[in-house]
Protein backbone atom coordinates (compact mmCIF):
# COMPACT_ATOMS: atom_id res chain seq x y z
CA UNK A 1 0.00 0.00 0.00
CA UNK A 2 0.79 3.44 -0.65
CA UNK A 3 -0.21 4.92 2.08
CA UNK A 4 -1.80 3.64 5.97
CA UNK A 5 -4.72 3.03 7.26
CA UNK A 6 -5.50 6.68 7.75
CA UNK A 7 -4.68 7.44 3.54
CA UNK A 8 -1.84 9.45 4.42
CA UNK A 9 1.80 7.76 3.24
CA UNK A 10 3.54 10.38 6.00
CA UNK A 11 2.16 7.61 8.75
CA UNK A 12 4.23 4.76 7.03
CA UNK A 13 7.60 6.61 7.23
CA UNK A 14 10.32 6.76 9.75
CA UNK A 15 13.94 8.63 10.24
CA UNK A 16 15.36 6.96 7.00
CA UNK A 17 12.48 8.14 4.99
CA UNK A 18 12.52 11.46 6.65
CA UNK A 19 16.50 11.78 5.40
CA UNK A 20 15.82 10.52 2.21
CA UNK A 21 12.85 12.98 1.46
CA UNK A 22 15.00 15.36 2.64
CA UNK A 23 17.75 15.09 0.64
CA UNK A 24 15.60 14.88 -2.08
CA UNK A 25 14.11 17.96 -1.94
CA UNK A 26 17.40 19.70 -1.35
CA UNK A 27 18.40 19.33 -4.48
CA UNK A 28 14.82 19.87 -6.46
CA UNK A 29 14.56 23.14 -8.28
CA UNK A 30 10.45 22.36 -8.18
CA UNK A 31 8.64 20.14 -5.95
CA UNK A 32 5.34 18.83 -7.79
CA UNK A 33 2.51 16.85 -6.00
CA UNK A 34 -1.37 16.74 -7.13
CA UNK A 35 -4.07 18.45 -5.33
CA UNK A 36 -5.33 15.38 -3.44
CA UNK A 37 -1.56 14.57 -2.21
CA UNK A 38 -1.02 18.15 -1.17
CA UNK A 39 -5.17 18.06 0.86
CA UNK A 40 -4.81 14.54 2.59
CA UNK A 41 -0.54 15.48 3.48
CA UNK A 42 -1.82 18.85 4.68
CA UNK A 43 1.42 20.42 2.66
CA UNK A 44 2.74 23.51 4.09
CA UNK A 45 5.68 25.38 2.14
CA UNK A 46 9.21 23.59 1.58
CA UNK A 47 11.58 25.14 4.70
CA UNK A 48 14.89 23.31 4.27
CA UNK A 49 17.69 23.86 7.35
CA UNK A 50 19.95 26.80 7.01
CA UNK A 51 22.81 24.50 5.73
CA UNK A 52 20.77 23.25 2.96
CA UNK A 53 19.28 26.67 1.90
CA UNK A 54 23.31 28.06 1.79
CA UNK A 55 24.25 24.82 -0.63
CA UNK A 56 21.61 25.45 -2.78
CA UNK A 57 22.62 28.85 -3.63
CA UNK A 58 26.18 28.02 -3.82
CA UNK A 59 24.83 25.77 -6.82
CA UNK A 60 23.24 28.93 -8.30
CA UNK A 61 19.94 27.32 -6.90
CA UNK A 62 17.01 29.47 -5.15
CA UNK A 63 17.05 28.77 -1.27
CA UNK A 64 14.21 26.97 -1.76
CA UNK A 65 12.69 24.79 -4.04
CA UNK A 66 9.45 25.93 -5.52
CA UNK A 67 6.50 23.69 -4.73
CA UNK A 68 3.69 23.18 -7.51
CA UNK A 69 0.36 21.65 -6.94
CA UNK A 70 -1.55 20.12 -10.22
CA UNK A 71 -5.18 20.19 -10.54
CA UNK A 72 -7.89 20.01 -13.03
CA UNK A 73 -10.39 20.75 -11.01
CA UNK A 74 -8.93 23.43 -8.76
CA UNK A 75 -11.12 22.06 -5.85
CA UNK A 76 -8.57 23.11 -3.56
CA UNK A 77 -9.39 25.67 -0.94
CA UNK A 78 -7.01 29.10 -1.17
CA UNK A 79 -7.12 29.32 2.54
CA UNK A 80 -4.66 26.52 3.18
CA UNK A 81 -1.56 26.27 4.61
CA UNK A 82 -0.06 25.45 2.03
CA UNK A 83 -0.71 29.36 0.39
CA UNK A 84 -1.19 30.65 3.46
CA UNK A 85 2.26 30.15 5.30
CA UNK A 86 4.17 30.39 1.40
CA UNK A 87 6.54 33.27 1.62
CA UNK A 88 6.13 36.04 -0.96
CA UNK A 89 9.35 34.95 -2.87
CA UNK A 90 8.11 31.37 -3.37
CA UNK A 91 4.90 31.88 -4.31
CA UNK A 92 3.06 28.32 -4.80
CA UNK A 93 2.70 26.82 -8.38
CA UNK A 94 -0.49 26.00 -9.59
CA UNK A 95 -0.73 23.40 -12.76
CA UNK A 96 -3.94 22.97 -14.39
CA UNK A 97 -6.42 23.17 -17.50
CA UNK A 98 -8.22 25.75 -19.76
CA UNK A 99 -11.37 23.26 -18.88
CA UNK A 100 -11.25 24.27 -15.09
CA UNK A 101 -13.59 26.58 -13.30
CA UNK A 102 -12.44 29.92 -13.99
CA UNK A 103 -13.79 31.59 -10.41
CA UNK A 104 -11.85 28.92 -8.52
CA UNK A 105 -8.85 29.97 -10.96
CA UNK A 106 -9.21 33.81 -9.91
CA UNK A 107 -9.28 32.83 -6.37
CA UNK A 108 -5.93 30.69 -6.49
CA UNK A 109 -4.41 33.64 -8.56
CA UNK A 110 -4.74 35.88 -5.51
CA UNK A 111 -1.83 33.45 -3.88
CA UNK A 112 -0.07 31.33 -6.40
CA UNK A 113 1.21 31.76 -9.64
CA UNK A 114 -1.74 29.76 -11.99
CA UNK A 115 -0.68 28.37 -15.41
CA UNK A 116 -2.65 26.51 -17.79
CA UNK A 117 -1.09 23.62 -19.27
CA UNK A 118 -3.55 21.67 -20.76
CA UNK A 119 -7.26 21.34 -22.14
CA UNK A 120 -9.00 19.36 -19.70
CA UNK A 121 -6.21 17.09 -18.25
CA UNK A 122 -2.80 18.69 -17.16
CA UNK A 123 -0.15 17.71 -20.31
CA UNK A 124 3.05 16.80 -18.82
CA UNK A 125 5.40 17.44 -21.38
CA UNK A 126 4.16 21.29 -21.47
CA UNK A 127 4.32 21.26 -17.54
CA UNK A 128 7.95 20.13 -17.54
CA UNK A 129 8.56 22.89 -20.22
CA UNK A 130 6.82 25.57 -18.33
CA UNK A 131 8.72 25.04 -14.95
CA UNK A 132 11.60 24.78 -17.03
CA UNK A 133 11.11 28.26 -18.62
CA UNK A 134 9.23 30.12 -15.74
CA UNK A 135 11.55 28.96 -13.02
CA UNK A 136 14.52 27.38 -14.03
CA UNK A 137 13.80 24.05 -13.33
CA UNK A 138 16.29 21.40 -14.24
CA UNK A 139 15.23 18.71 -11.02
CA UNK A 140 11.44 18.43 -10.58
CA UNK A 141 10.77 16.43 -7.95
CA UNK A 142 7.04 14.77 -8.07
CA UNK A 143 6.33 13.44 -4.54
CA UNK A 144 2.80 12.28 -5.94
CA UNK A 145 0.02 11.00 -5.34
CA UNK A 146 -0.75 7.57 -7.31
CA UNK A 147 -2.49 9.45 -10.12
CA UNK A 148 0.01 11.75 -10.69
CA UNK A 149 2.63 9.38 -10.94
CA UNK A 150 0.34 7.15 -12.89
CA UNK A 151 -0.22 9.82 -15.83
CA UNK A 152 4.15 10.70 -15.76
CA UNK A 153 4.28 6.75 -16.07
CA UNK A 154 2.02 6.41 -18.86
CA UNK A 155 3.73 9.61 -20.66
CA UNK A 156 6.79 8.20 -19.96
CA UNK A 157 8.57 11.29 -18.37
CA UNK A 158 9.34 9.67 -15.06
CA UNK A 159 13.45 9.21 -14.95
CA UNK A 160 14.03 7.91 -11.60
CA UNK A 161 11.53 6.58 -8.68
CA UNK A 162 12.62 6.40 -4.99
CA UNK A 163 11.19 4.36 -2.78
CA UNK A 164 11.35 3.44 0.31
CA UNK A 165 9.97 0.31 2.00
CA UNK A 166 8.21 0.37 5.45
CA UNK A 167 7.80 -2.25 7.49
CA UNK A 168 3.82 -1.77 8.07
CA UNK A 169 1.21 -4.67 7.09
CA UNK A 170 -1.65 -2.53 5.58
CA UNK A 171 -4.71 -4.41 4.67
CA UNK A 172 -7.71 -3.64 2.83
CA UNK A 173 -7.47 -1.47 -0.77
CA UNK A 174 -4.85 0.75 -0.21
CA UNK A 175 -3.47 2.46 -3.37
CA UNK A 176 -0.57 1.11 -5.71
CA UNK A 177 2.59 4.01 -5.40
CA UNK A 178 1.08 4.76 -9.19
CA UNK A 179 -2.37 4.54 -10.82
CA UNK A 180 -3.64 4.62 -14.47
CA UNK A 181 -6.70 3.18 -15.85
CA UNK A 182 -5.04 1.52 -18.52
CA UNK A 183 -1.97 -0.98 -17.75
CA UNK A 184 1.19 1.02 -18.55
CA UNK A 185 4.97 0.31 -17.59
CA UNK A 186 8.39 2.35 -18.16
CA UNK A 187 11.82 1.51 -17.87
CA UNK A 188 13.67 3.24 -14.81
CA UNK A 189 16.35 3.21 -12.34
CA UNK A 190 15.06 2.40 -8.70
CA UNK A 191 16.45 3.76 -5.60
CA UNK A 192 15.20 1.76 -2.52
CA UNK A 193 15.88 2.88 0.88
CA UNK A 194 14.72 0.55 4.16
CA UNK A 195 12.24 2.25 5.86
CA UNK A 196 12.27 2.75 10.10
Known amino acids: SATDAGGRSGGLGGPADKAVFGALRA ?10 TI ?12 GVRDQRVARGQAPTPRIAVTSASLA ?18 VLTVAAADPARRRALEAVADVHVVGDEQVDWARAFALLHAEVGARVVLCEGGPSTIGQLVADDLLDELCLTIAPV ?16 GTALDLWIAGGG
Open 169 to 184: LVAGDGPRIASSAAPV
Open 76 to 93: IEPTRRFFAEASPDARPL
Open 27 to 36: VADVVVAGAA
Open 39 to 50: ITEDYGPSRPPA
